[in-house]
């Protein structure tokens, strides 16, 4: 109940491309999703954010797509540049303690 | 510095030392917490504060683990009779109750050897 299933694992895209990641969730009380960027070496970064009572946020080339009655959310990186590259992950917390429960990450390579 | 510090940043020690790690938080920042992640895989929690009171404590965080939050700035994390199974990135992160969304550290990279 407390997971968060991610994919794929790792992703190819073309510079210029789409690049897509899904996440799944089964804890309906989850109120809050956001999603990280982590270069090697470093904590992760926020990316985007979205809570279910919207189905997408857009925030420059990044956009996050929200299906409640499917328990599903996905980032969408549209014109990916080679600058893009690197792990995702998405997450989930409930309540007012925040604390996240992470997706297994995803490996993104744009190739130039 | 407006971002998390960690200090330190690697740290490689034998199996049954003890090691401690320190985090500095977004100064006006009241929430602290603590993650733990493994080789390619996300974050796992492990505990969070909330000024000085430790509020949550994850089942992943055993008897050798504690965490304290002394007046509610910096925080520390220490290991005791490490484990080569405790090797892993250390996070903390920082962030204001009642907002979402919280700003992590760059980690410290344990290996017990």
């Known amino acids: 109940q407390q997971q968060v299933k991610q994919s794929p694992q790792s992703l190819i895209v073309q510079k210029g491309g789409i690049s897509i990641i899904n996440c799944a969730y089964e804890?309906?009380?989850?109120?809050?999703f956001p999603w990280y960027q982590q270069f090697p070496g470093k904590g992760p970064a926020l990316l985007i954010a979205i809570r279910p009572d919207v189905s997408e946020k857009k925030e420059g080339r990044f956009t996050i797509s929200f299906n409640k009655s499917a328990k599903q959310f996905s980032l969408h990186i549209m014109d990916s540049q080679p600058g893009d590259s690197a792990t995702y992950f998405c997450a989930a917390s409930m309540g007012g303690a925040q604390k996240l429960v992470f997706g297994q990450g995803t490996r993104l390579t744009i190739n130039p | 510095d407006t971002g998390v510090s960690q200090d330190p940043r690697h740290k490689i020690t034998k199996r049954g030392q003890n090691v401690t790690f320190r985090c500095d938080p977004i100064?006006?920042?009241?929430?602290l917490y603590w993650y733990r992640q493994t080789l390619g895989q996300g974050p796992e929690f492990l505990t969070y504060?909330?000024?000085?009171?430790?509020?949550?404590k994850s089942r992943l965080l055993s008897d050798r683990f504690s965490a304290e939050r002394p007046k509610g700035s910096f925080s520390t994390l220490e290991i005791q009779r490490t484990e080569q199974g405790d090797s892993a990135m250390y996070l903390c992160a920082s962030s204001l109750a009642g907002v979402y969304g919280y700003t992590f550290g760059s980690g410290t990279r344990l290996t017990v050897v």
């Open positions: 804890n309906t009380a989850f109120d809050y």
């Open positions: 100064s006006e920042h009241n929430r």
């Open positions: 504060f909330q000024n000085e009171a430790q509020l949550e």
